[in-house]
């Protein structure tokens, strides 16, 4: 079966600090990945989909990056965090590229101080 | 562009009673349709979704939804919800590579 895992869960890190999030998938190959931030009252907001290694589409305009170094990795990075991307990000995956479900992981608190 | 709109930011029900979430969506092509809930402390997890055939979706633990067309709607329903149904309730549409969600709906069930 499929598993998908994220780290750290909490994380607590000063404003101006880099930032990196690590989300893998087991049990499948070639999935889309993708990071979301959820705030209350925003609801799920989609940051960056990727359909393959090394591809990357960004829906918000941000002070974050994300890349896929391998198949089942997505990594979501910062080089200088600030205030506002204090909140809580999730990773998620369906397969392949057809119309399908999507499966999300645990999630990592994020406060930036 | 694609949109999810849940009209219901924050519903208060007593157990027993009735529940409908509004979702209405916006999309140019062939849509399938998502409701998902998170449970307090919990991963979001998927309710139900509709891909084709009977518009009427029937999900997990009593849950269901109709699809109807022409009203761009997907809602969501039980006859009578119970204070484990407290969580947030996301309406989602699928395009070709994405989902888009709504902005999600809290349900808090009074005991």
């Known amino acids: 079966s499929q598993t998908i895992h994220q780290w750290p869960a909490t994380l607590v890190q000063p404003v101006g600090s880099p930032l990196s999030l690590e989300c893998t998938v087991e049990g499948t190959s070639n999935p889309n990945l993708y990071w979301y931030r959820q705030a209350a009252g925003r609801g799920l907001q989609l940051l960056f989909y990727?359909?393959?290694?090394?591809?990357i589409s960004s829906e918000v305009p941000q002070n974050l990056s994300a890349s896929r170094p391998q198949d089942r990795q997505f990594i979501l990075s910062s080089k200088k965090l600030l205030l506002s991307d204090s909140g809580f990000y999730l990773c998620?995956?369906?397969?392949?590229?057809?119309?399908?479900?999507?499966?999300f992981g645990p999630g990592t608190r994020l406060t930036v101080l | 562009a694609q949109s999810v709109s849940q009209h219901n930011h924050h519903v208060i029900l007593s157990e027993a009673a009735s529940l409908e979430l509004g979702c209405n969506y916006s999309?140019?092509?062939?849509?399938?349709l998502f409701w998902y809930v998170q449970y307090p402390g919990q991963h979001l997890q998927l309710l139900l979704k509709?891909?084709?055939?009977?518009?009427l979706v029937k999900g997990i633990k009593g849950f269901e939804a109709e699809f109807i067309k022409s009203k761009f709607s997907f809602n969501l329903r039980k006859p009578s919800v119970q204070w484990s149904d407290t969580a947030e309730y996301f309406c989602a549409v699928n395009g070709a590579d994405k989902i888009i969600f709504g902005k999600g709906t809290r349900l808090h069930i009074l005991p």
């Open positions: 998620a995956w369906k397969p392949g590229q057809g119309r399908d479900t999507q499966y």
């Open positions: 509709y891909f084709s055939g009977d518009p």
């Open positions: 999309y140019g092509g062939t849509v399938n």
């Open positions: 990727s359909v393959g290694i090394g591809q």
